[in-house]
């Protein structure tokens, strides 16, 4: 086991363009992360949680720290990200674990707007 992850390893520094993917990705959500995890403020009035176009209220509401699951959910998916884009990598070639790399820092970017969205209504509602 310990072989082969330092193969791995060894094969995405061999590949500067998907090391520098990476850490970039790696970089955003870590900058996310601290981010949202900084624009918390508890309060004893329940904030925005979600949206969701299929109910009665399309605004849902929760306690000010479910908000500390978007700055788990930035860390986790980019955590994911890296791991599989080296997996891929190591199996499949260096295009698909650029584009799934790629992806992961969509994923973060998107994640990034819908939060800062949502902490931006608890201001409005």
Do not use: C
Not at 51 to 72: K, L, M
């Amino acid at each position: 086991m310990k072989e082969i992850v330092i193969t791995s390893l060894k094969t995405l520094f061999a590949d500067r363009y998907l090391s520098v993917l990476l850490s970039v990705l790696i970089l955003l959500a870590l900058i996310f992360s601290i981010n949202i995890g900084l624009s918390i403020h508890p309060s004893y009035v329940q904030q925005v949680s979600h949206y969701s176009a299929f109910g009665i209220t399309h605004f849902y509401r929760d306690q000010w720290f479910y908000i500390f699951v978007f700055v788990a959910f930035g860390l986790v998916a980019a955590a994911l990200h890296v791991i599989i884009s080296i997996k891929l990598l190591v199996v499949k070639g260096r295009s698909l674990a650029a584009m799934f790399a790629w992806i992961g820092i969509g994923i973060i970017l998107f994640s990034w707007i819908t939060s800062l969205a949502l902490l931006n209504l608890r201001i409005t509602l």
